[in-house]
């Protein structure tokens, strides 16, 4: 059984940093992508930023570009996204998932962890 167990979140001052964790375990993740996806109240949940374990290539969402830094460690695995320079938009609940690299969606997720930033 597929869980990701997600840690790392809490409260932080603008312009501060936090970083997630993922733990995976259940099965071989090696041809996986493991995405890291946030929500806000009225939104629907939106990706962040993804990796795939095998060749660790990357994508970030605009807004995150240059401030987060998703990656992985294929011996623990575990998958981090390393958040830097937080702002008030960056407030969200953070789901950790998984999809396989032929599946068109994430079909794992995690229990979320909430990141609140201060102004």
């Known amino acids: 059984q597929v869980q990701l167990v997600e840690s790392g979140g809490g409260l932080v001052q603008a312009g501060g940093s936090l970083r997630l964790s993922c733990a995976a375990s259940?099965?071989?993740?090696?041809?996986?992508?493991m995405g890291w996806f946030r929500q806000v109240p009225g939104k629907e949940r939106a990706l962040v930023a993804s990796?795939?374990?095998?060749?660790?290539?990357?994508y970030y969402t605009d807004s995150v570009k240059g401030r987060f830094t998703i990656s992985r460690d294929n011996a623990k695995n575990t998958v981090y996204l390393q958040m830097n320079s937080l702002s008030a938009e960056d407030t969200a609940v953070y789901y950790c998932?998984?999809?396989?690299?032929?599946?068109?969606?994430?079909?794992?997720w995690g229990q979320g962890t909430q990141v609140t930033v201060s102004s």
């Open positions: 259940g099965r071989t993740f090696s041809s996986y992508r």
């Open positions: 990796i795939a374990w095998s060749d660790g290539s990357t």
């Open positions: 998932a998984a999809r396989g690299l032929v599946s068109a969606s994430y079909n794992y």
